[in-house]
């Protein structure tokens, strides 16, 4: 039978993660052990300085008081399941298009993962250089021609640096436009700018929250440029505009995924149970605070934070004996 859609499937993904990792130099389960001990809840995040790692961040900030949390450093979403599934971690974030396809693959403890509420919505940014780059070299004097790239539509047949996990959203794009990009895997966003600076590349994808900070803190004078996605979005996907106006960009569309804070289907009246509705019921509480206060604009992406989307959504020990004294 085909792959629905032409997506990967969740061999196929455990396939990049490996090589991702691998080329990262980074294990997750390494990560996860030299977290602090001490901590009630250990969170899967991402590299430092993105979105993930932000907003576990503000979580400690406004929730530390009453649960203890400490972010485990990563990649990014697909190796925060791994972490999650092989008992390294209690809660993770990851987006809702990896995990939904990553529970139908048939790791039982992924599919049993719950959602504690849903996060803010990652989006695609691709970078190339406002001057264009050079296709078509073939090693000959002056062979090639300057392309300028503004659209996503752009980059058909074109190398593309792939920071992290996006290497598993530029396959899918690949299998869903047809497009023959070349993936080259980055380590991080200043590696895959580099790269592109140097023509071995003509543009990069890298993830993130608006605003993410490695895009946001580039200057008008950088010569980089955002690629405006200008396709439909694919399933579980979809459209996000936003602006950079450091890079002259506004109202850009951008391809997103909303992300979700999954933890394991721990018994809710157990010790870890308790613990992560407390912290559940906390983030709900101070959710406008956290809108409102100095904290990530990515924030504001949750409209209700009781809607999981579809995926099974954790419930507190309270909540359930509400449901038994009413019947």
């Known amino acids: 039978m085909k792959n629905p859609m032409n997506r990967p499937t969740a061999r196929q993904f455990f396939a990049v993660a490996t090589t991702v990792l691998c080329a990262l130099g980074a294990s997750p389960l390494a990560h996860a052990q ?12 991402g590299p430092k300085g993105k979105v993930y790692e932000l907003m576990i961040k503000d979580m400690q900030a406004v929730c530390g008081a009453e649960v203890s949390i400490c972010a485990v450093p990563s990649i990014g979403g697909l190796p925060n399941l791994m972490m999650l599934s092989s008992n390294q971690t209690e809660l993770g974030i990851a987006q809702l298009d990896t995990l939904q396809v990553m529970a139908g693959g ?23 250089l406002r001057n264009g780059s050079r296709v078509g070299v073939t090693g000959m004097p002056f062979s090639g021609q300057t392309q300028v790239i503004r659209k996503f539509s752009d ?5 593309i640096a792939v920071v992290g996990s996006t290497q598993l959203l530029g396959q899918t794009l690949n299998k869903q436009t047809g497009f023959g990009m070349e ?8 590696i895959a ?12 994808f890298t993830d993130g929250g608006w605003p993410l900070p490695s895009i946001a803190s580039r200057l008008p004078t950088s010569g980089l440029a955002l690629v405006e996605f200008d396709i439909p979005a694919p399933p579980r996907f979809s459209i996000v505009q936003r602006t950079y106006q450091n890079l002259d960009s506004f109202n850009n569309k951008y391809l997103g995924s909303t992300n979700m804070l999954v933890t394991r289907p721990f018994k809710a009246g157990g010790d870890m149970g308790k613990k992560v509705a407390t912290l559940q019921s906390c983030l709900i509480r101070h959710l406008e605070e956290l809108k409102e206060g100095r904290y990530q604009a990515a924030w504001k992406d949750i409209k209700d934070p009781l809607n999981t989307l579809g995926v099974a959504r954790f419930t507190p020990a309270i909540i359930e004996k509400t449901k038994v004294s009413a019947r």
Do not use: F, Y
């Not at 980059?155 to 190398?159: A, E, F, T």
């Open 34 to 45: 030299e977290a602090q001990t001490d901590c009630a809840i250990r969170i899967g995040g």
């Open 106 to 128: 048939g790791d039982e403890n992924i599919a049993a993962l719950q959602a504690v509420m849903p996060l803010h919505t990652n989006l695609l940014h691709i970078l190339a």
């Open 155 to 159: 980059l058909r047949g074109l190398k």
């Open 183 to 190: 993936l080259l895997l980055a380590e991080t966003d200043d």
């Open 193 to 204: 700018i580099q790269m592109l600076q140097s023509n071995q590349v003509q543009a990069m």
